[in-house]
């Protein structure tokens, strides 16, 4: 039972790039979200779902964009890198009664 | 959308002591108050969590309180030990159905214990 799993753990992208940030759980949460977590400000929602085919944005949720097909996998994709993208982010994956967190990536804007 | 004020932002104490983090939030609606634990490159883990319908509730030598009325709640942390040191995250879920997936954040306290 591996939890929740994130790929890669480090990337640096030059700013117009594009990417996605990989995430899995093999838990048969219905629940899983994105938050960023930059220096002094605690974690940000980026986007959440509620189970496959169900997104919804949350607190920052300009220039990503997420889906969710699965139940195990919910990627973030970057469409233009900005180096305001820069931050550790952090997937998670909810069971009714705690929330999960993955290992992380951090991600470095150029 | 919620806010949730967190404080202090930095907390020093010795080996032994209690320590006390603070939070706040806005939204009267909120009914799910959990406390994370994150050690220096490490991910956000879960130490205690409280609902709306419960004042107190206590784990060995952690305890959360909730005041829904002055929209308030703390953690208490009693014989702090050198492991504890790490950054603490209350959070509260702006949602009336108690979900724990959709949280807003504190923006956290760096806790040392110094031996």
């Known amino acids: 039972n591996a939890g929740v799993t994130q790929t890669p753990k480090f990337q640096v992208l030059k700013t117009g790039q594009s990417m996605t940030l990989q995430c899995a759980q093999d838990?048969?949460?219905?629940?899983m979200s994105w938050y960023r977590q930059d220096p002094g400000m605690g974690l940000r929602l980026i986007h959440y779902?509620?189970?496959?085919?169900?997104?919804d944005q949350g607190e920052v949720p300009n220039g990503y964009n997420v889906s969710r097909s699965t139940t195990e996998d919910f990627p973030l994709r970057l469409l233009s890198a900005a180096p305001s993208q820069t931050s550790v982010y952090f997937c998670?994956?909810?069971?009714?009664?705690?929330?999960?967190f993955g290992p992380g990536t951090r991600l470095t804007v150029l | 959308g919620e806010n949730v004020e967190q404080h202090p932002s930095t907390l020093s104490v010795q080996e032994g002591d209690s320590a006390v983090i603070k939070c706040t939030y806005s939204?009267?609606?909120?009914?799910?108050f959990p406390w994370y634990k994150q050690e220096l490159g490490k991910r956000p883990q879960l130490i205690i969590d409280?609902?709306?319908?419960?004042g107190e509730k206590k784990d060995q030598r952690i305890a959360v309180t909730l005041n829904k009325t002055a929209k308030h709640f703390s953690l208490h942390i009693t014989e702090t030990q050198p492991e504890d040191s790490a950054v603490y995250f209350c959070?509260?879920?702006?949602?009336?159905?108690?979900?724990?997936?959709?949280?807003?954040f504190g923006k956290g306290t760096l806790l040392t214990v110094n031996p």
């Open positions: 939204d009267s609606a909120s009914n799910y």
């Open positions: 838990m048969n949460h219905e629940y």
């Open positions: 409280i609902r709306s319908n419960v």
């Open positions: 959070a509260a879920n702006p949602s009336r159905h108690g979900s724990n997936y959709k949280l807003t």
């Open positions: 779902s509620v189970g496959a085919g169900i997104t």
């Open positions: 998670a994956s909810s069971s009714r009664n705690e929330q999960f």
